[in-house]
């Protein structure tokens, strides 16, 4: 996978992120990057087949989508597409930007997008897609 100068993943897609309107729930991500960030670019996606959980496709986002790199303020995130159909999005290590491998990430309430057609290259659909950033631990 094509890296930058400082051997963080390339570029990706930015995405808006969602929130619950009146903000009467919180921050339910427990301190997540939805929580903290207004966006977020989608670099890589990770593809789990049928009776593969421990052995991901992991590849950059088509190269149509690889539009900019991550920042501070857009921090690094995957596609994980199930065997199931199911989509959504979990964040890269903070320090590489990479597919966080320590796992235990679930739905922390909050959902990205983009008007962008180049999402629809990415997703599949074109859909507001979960982002699983929150952590018990």
Partial sequence: MATNEDGRVGRGLVLDVYRHASGSYGDCTRGGITGRHDTVTVVGVVTYREGSRDKPD????????????????????????????????????????????????????????????????????????????????
Avoid: C, K, Q
């Fill in 58 to 137: 992991v590849g950059p986002v088509p190269r149509d989508a690889r539009h900019r790199l991550p920042t501070d303020d857009a921090p690094p995130v995957w596609l994980v597409i199930r065997p199931d159909g199911d989509r959504y999005l979990t964040p890269g290590d903070a320090a590489t930007g990479l597919p966080d491998a320590r796992g235990g990430w679930m739905d922390g309430g909050n959902f990205a997008a983009s008007p962008d057609s180049r999402w629809t290259d990415v997703v599949g659909h074109i859909v507001a897609v979960r982002v699983h950033d929150r952590r018990e631990w």
